[in-house]
């Protein structure tokens, strides 16, 4: 149980152009989802906390008007990295939330070109 | 505060030897503790965790020694394999608050054949 799944796995855009990526609870509901960034060989960067059907809270330093997050039903959040630059090129990593556990999802790999 | 410090950065051991990764904490209103495994391009994959009201944790060869006078806790593996070539991160979070964890910075962790 509490499999937390994301797509895609990867994906390459142009610099300028908008990605979108899902992470979706499969197996429970999660009221609270959250949004990682992860350099290589570093640890995991906390972006957003996300509240199904209030606003996103943002970590200091995050630009909230370039990382759109929806927390639109009980088991699916979305990142929209808008206007993506090459230095957004990251791994990003959800997690979902549910009886004290963060379940994390595979991670996505964008690449901005 | 909120810092959780992880040591060491890097470990190499030989199979069939003890891993031992160390964390420190400062907040005294954690009270959640968790342990992290990930493998390079797939999202982290809870290992054990502990609440403070106990002093150890096991399963099967991962153990969780807790001391909560010094604010430490630590992971051990038993009988390290080469499969548990990874990275491990420990967190620490508040049960009663929104989820949120705070992540040390890492361990990489390889197991010589």
């Known amino acids: 149980g509490a499999v937390v799944s994301q797509h895609p796995s990867w994906v390459i855009c142009k610099s300028g152009t908008s990605v979108k990526i899902e992470c979706r609870s499969l197996?429970?509901?999660?009221?609270?989802m959250f949004w990682y960034r992860q350099f290589p060989k570093q640890s995991l960067m906390l972006m957003a906390t996300?509240?199904?059907?209030?606003?996103?809270?943002?970590e200091q330093g995050v630009e909230k008007d370039k990382f759109l997050i929806n927390h639109a039903s009980l088991t699916l959040s979305t990142l929209t990295v808008t206007s993506a630059h090459p230095e957004d090129s990251s791994f990003y990593i959800c997690?979902?939330?549910?009886?004290?556990?963060?379940?994390f999802g595979p991670g996505t790999r964008l690449t901005v070109t | 505060q909120q810092q959780v410090k992880q040591s060491p950065q890097s470990l190499i051991v030989q199979k069939g030897g003890i891993s031992i990764i160390n964390c420190a904490y400062e907040n005294t209103a954690f009270d959640y503790f968790p342990w992290y495994q990930q493998f390079p391009g797939k999202g982290p994959a809870l290992l054990i965790a502990i609440r403070p009201d106990v002093s150890e944790k096991k399963e099967g060869r991962f153990t969780i020694s807790f001391n909560k006078s010094a604010k430490q806790f630590s992971l051990h593996i038993m009988d390290s394999q080469p499969g548990d070539s990874a990275t491990y991160f420990c967190a620490a979070s508040i049960r009663s608050g929104t989820y949120k964890y705070i992540f040390g910075t890492g361990t990489r962790l390889k197991v010589l054949a």
């Open positions: 197996d429970f509901q999660a009221t609270t």
């Open positions: 996300s509240n199904e059907g209030s606003k996103a809270t943002y």
């Open positions: 997690s979902a939330a549910w009886d004290t556990e963060q379940y």
